[in-house]
């Protein structure tokens, strides 16, 4: 079956970047998408199709996607950016299956 | 305001049924791809299942195939899911989450909680 590979934790003081990695095979033919997840919440959408914010995501926020790796960076982190971090993306086989990565803890200290 | 309030979760025995509603409001419910994802206690999120706008496509994850059951009423506006013959492993918060063509799951409920325990 298909999978996303994240790193478990990345760890930045405030202000620094913050880049997360997803890993997957079929990225060079399907979107990255990114999803923020604070404790005890649902999950918010903070980067779509690789590259593109929605309206209200902050532009510290930003996407980018080469090969099969995509990342997701956060420039000049904030205290409150520190959550869990999920890619997802659908396989290329013809099986459309979605899949999440296993997510990344971003603690920002 | 889109909104999407799930509810029925609750606890089950193993080998026990739930069937859990999701209901949305807010925007127009026969337009959108709807799916069903999860996180078990201190777990990562798993896509479990999709719909499409007029449910005449669904999928699901291998871990559920053959006993979850996708639905949508579009009169109703609401989203199903049909669980059978449930295990301490589909023990998760269960979230609804709106497919959009560009952005992909952009609006998610708040979960509901289904516990499979003897």
């Known amino acids: 079956s298909y999978e996303l590979t994240q790193p478990p934790s990345v760890s930045v003081s405030p202000g620094q970047t913050a880049r997360i990695t997803c890993s997957g095979d079929a990225l060079p033919k399907k979107y990255a998408y990114w999803y923020q997840q604070k404790s005890g919440q649902a999950p918010v959408l903070v980067i779509y199709e690789d590259t593109k914010r929605p309206s209200g995501i902050p532009e510290r926020f930003s996407g980018s996607s080469s090969g099969t790796m995509a990342t997701l960076t956060i420039s000049g982190a904030q205290v409150e950016d520190e959550a869990d971090y999920y890619c997802y993306s659908t396989d290329s086989s013809g099986n459309h299956r979605r899949v999440f990565g296993g997510g990344t803890k971003l603690t920002v200290l | 305001e889109v909104q999407l309030v799930e509810s029925g979760g609750g606890s089950v025995q193993p080998g026990g049924s739930l069937r859990l509603t999701c209901a949305a409001s807010?925007?127009?419910?026969?337009?959108?791809?709807m799916n069903w994802v999860r996180q078990a206690p201190g777990k990562g999120l798993e896509w479990i299942s999709y719909i499409s706008s007029s449910g005449s496509t669904i999928y699901y994850a291998d871990s559920v195939k053959g006993r979850f059951t996708i639905s949508r009423d579009n009169a109703k506006h609401s989203l199903y899911l049909q669980m059978n013959s449930l295990r301490a492993e589909d023990t998760a918060v269960y979230y609804c989450?709106?497919?959009?063509?560009?952005?992909?799951?952009?609006?998610w409920g708040q979960g509901t909680l289904v516990t499979v325990s003897s």
């Open positions: 989450a709106r497919e959009a063509k560009a952005e992909g799951f952009d609006y």
């Open positions: 807010g925007f127009t419910f026969s337009s959108y791809e």
